[in-house]
């Protein structure tokens, strides 16, 4: 007989987004005694106000731009308009379809479920909703929420969240930042027939990605006729009647109906009775965390965005298994930060995986292999604002490939397949060895010969 247990539960989750709900779910699949708390929505962000209702909303501009080419392919469609109550409607049946599985299939596995926020009152002991419990276990998956600059007037700015409210189409729209948010909003609403400006503080978007890309997104966005203004940030909105003025720190002026702050977000680790429990953070709110995803209190852990290390649903995903089948499971194992695929859903939309040019030229030679080409079907329909831009990059020495990128239509896609052989260190001699698929612009990735360019000889030298 075992011993009599010393906690309601083996493992108590706070939150049921992407991260907590796979922990949670695996976890008893282990067979350990379970329970989750979701306080807003099971499937949390990506699920209710992220990558799935954007994804749809931007499947719905998509066909707008689609029915405006198919005249040049013989199609008369009559002129395109959009009925913005339709995709709301379809679009938030579709989440709370998703949402209320996720919440289903806990309950199917056996995890007990809180609809309620949490918090800690010690170590081993949370408040939920008006409940106590205890764990021998505690994992903290709760989350990200936007940020909202401190300026005057910030409080006549949407966040993210609320574009999923929104009953109807703003006419002009201010989108600030340039991140992945700002972009695919801002192209989003442009081609659902908003007039939009997007303001950031860089002189390209998207840092972190390739700098080619970088510029190649900007330049097809702009092409698409979104107004873009680098290196600005607001410094004030005010009201007149409905219309938001927004002063920027350059001190121009942008009127809008509807402004957007697309400036990040932070670790939602308020309220959380992070001192009852002695859990330390790091600068920034990000809950600190070791490489087994435990924090600084033995039993207590930390997975997804709250930790702010690559805040992607894929990865929190992975994160929560791999955390599940370590602590309950016979096969501890990590999931890996190296070479996350990323996309972000602009049109074209873009893709990358490994390093960039610029990372990889710090560590010595590469070659650069690119190619950028109108896709044929914009052949037909003429359109300038659709070029392709694909990209490798080759370790000179080895010839193993560190990193692709592409811009241009389908390149999330197509980014799966190559991920796999970047994560594997296959060679560009193995890609070279594949035979393409005709006619596609995937096939650019088996069938670019020639380098563009060597980089990143001196930094051989300095090492
Ligand atoms: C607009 C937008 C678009 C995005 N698009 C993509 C995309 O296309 N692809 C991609 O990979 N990623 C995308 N992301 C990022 C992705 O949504 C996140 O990386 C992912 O959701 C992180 O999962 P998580 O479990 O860590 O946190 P979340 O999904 O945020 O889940 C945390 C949950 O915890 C709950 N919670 C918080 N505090 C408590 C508490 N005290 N008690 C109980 N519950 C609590 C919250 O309500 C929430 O449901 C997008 C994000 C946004 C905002
Ligand atoms: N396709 C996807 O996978 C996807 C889509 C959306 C979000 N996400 C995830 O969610 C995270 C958050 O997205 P995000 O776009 O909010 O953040 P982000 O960190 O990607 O971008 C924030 C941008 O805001 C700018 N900024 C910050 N303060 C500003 C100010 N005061 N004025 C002007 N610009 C300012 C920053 O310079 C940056 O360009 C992303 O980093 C990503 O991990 C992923």
């Not at 807003?40 to 719905?60: D, E, H, I, Y």
């Not at 419990?133 to 007037?153: E, F």
């Not at 503080?201 to 700098?211: A, K, S, T, V």
């Not at 970047?422 to 088996?446: C, M, S, W, Y």
Request: charged share 20%; hydrophobic share 45%.
């Amino acid at each position: 007989m075992s011993a009599p247990h010393p906690h309601d539960f083996d493992l108590f989750v706070i939150g049921g987004g992407s991260a907590g709900v796979r922990l949670a779910r695996i976890a008893a699949g282990h067979g350990a005694k379970v329970g989750i708390a979701e306080g807003r929505f099971w499937g949390g962000t990506c699920v209710n106000v992220g990558c799935v209702p954007k994804k749809l909303m931007v499947q719905a501009a998509e066909y707008g731009e689609w029915a405006k080419d198919a005249a040049a392919f013989g199609w008369h469609l009559g002129e395109a308009t959009h009925d913005w109550p339709t995709l709301v409607r379809a679009r938030d049946m579709e989440v709370a379809r998703l949402s209320g599985i996720y919440g289903r299939m806990l309950g199917g596995v056996g995890v007990q479920t809180f609809e309620c926020y949490a918090h800690f009152t010690g170590p081993h002991e949370l408040k939920v909703g008006d409940r106590t419990v205890t764990a021998n276990r505690i994992v903290i998956a709760v989350g990200g929420s936007p940020i909202r600059p401190d300026i005057p007037g910030a409080e006549h700015a949407l966040i993210s969240d609320d574009l999923f409210t929104l009953q109807e189409r703003p006419r002009r729209v201010l989108m600030i930042g340039g991140g992945y948010i700002g972009l695919e909003f801002a192209n989003m609403l442009h081609n659902l027939g908003s007039e939009v400006t997007l303001a950031y503080r860089q002189q390209l978007p998207l840092r972190g990605f390739d700098h080619e890309l970088r510029e190649v997104a900007a330049e097809s966005l702009a092409a698409s006729g979104l107004t873009i203004l680098p290196g600005e940030s607001p410094v004030e909105i005010t009201l007149s009647g409905e219309t938001r003025i927004v002063r920027m720190a350059s001190g121009k002026v942008v009127e809008a109906d509807a402004v957007f702050f697309a400036t990040g977000r932070k670790p939602a680790t308020k309220g959380l009775g992070l001192d009852a429990a002695g859990v330390n953070c790091r600068e920034g709110a990000a809950i600190a965390v070791d490489d087994d995803h435990a924090t600084n209190v033995p039993h207590i852990y930390a997975i997804g965005d709250v930790t702010d290390r690559v805040n992607l649903t894929p990865m929190a995903i992975a994160v929560g298994h791999a955390l599940a089948d370590t602590l309950f499971g016979s096969r501890p194992r990590h999931a890996s930060y190296e070479n996350v695929p990323k996309a972000v859903f602009i049109s074209p939309p873009m893709a990358s995986v490994g390093l960039t040019e610029e990372e990889a030229a710090l560590r010595g030679p590469v070659e650069i292999y690119t190619s950028r080409f109108t896709p044929m079907r914009h052949t037909i329909t003429r359109r300038t604002d659709r070029k392709t831009l694909m990209k490798l990059v080759v370790e000179a020495e080895t010839g193993c490939l560190l990193g692709a990128h592409m811009l241009g239509e389908e390149a999330p896609e197509i980014m799966q397949g190559i991920a796999v052989a970047v994560v594997n260190r296959l060679t560009k001699a193995q890609l070279d060895a594949t035979i393409g698929i005709h006619p596609t612009a995937a096939e650019e990735f088996v069938t670019m010969r020639v380098a563009t360019r060597r980089v990143g000889e001196g930094a051989a030298k300095a090492a």
